[in-house]
């Protein structure tokens, strides 16, 4: 199970921390990722990090959003702008191909 926090509403140029945790520790045997879904919009994949460390990221959030695990998963989310809101979701992976979604948490950013 994963369970999603941190989210919020804040003024665009803002930062957020989003948190994943999982039931188990899973995070060194599935790559996590985190995922947002603006209304109307396509569920998208913004950044993901391996079961091995490593990290990646959509173009669009590349500089301004960071991955990172511990206890659990995070994404440290800084100059937010408008179009970043969404409703993120959390992503465990599995090579097997088991995969496990969060419920989510909103994400808003306006003036």
């Known amino acids: 199970q994963l369970v999603e926090s941190g989210g919020g509403s804040v003024q665009p140029g803002g930062s957020l921390i989003l948190a994943c945790k999982a039931s188990?520790?899973?995070?060194?045997?599935?790559?996590m990722s985190w995922h947002r879904q603006a209304p109307g919009k396509e569920r998208e994949w913004v950044a993901t990090i391996a079961s091995g460390g490593s990290t990646d990221y959509a173009d669009s959030v590349r500089g301004r959003f960071t991955i990172s695990k511990a206890s659990a998963v995070y994404l440290e989310m800084n100059d937010l702008k408008p179009e970043d809101t969404a409703i993120y979701y959390c992503?465990?992976?599995?090579?097997?191909?088991?995969?496990?979604w969060g419920q989510g948490t909103q994400v808003t950013v306006s003036s």
């Open positions: 992503n465990a992976q599995h090579l097997r191909g088991w995969s496990y």
């Open positions: 188990g520790n899973i995070f060194n045997f599935y790559d």
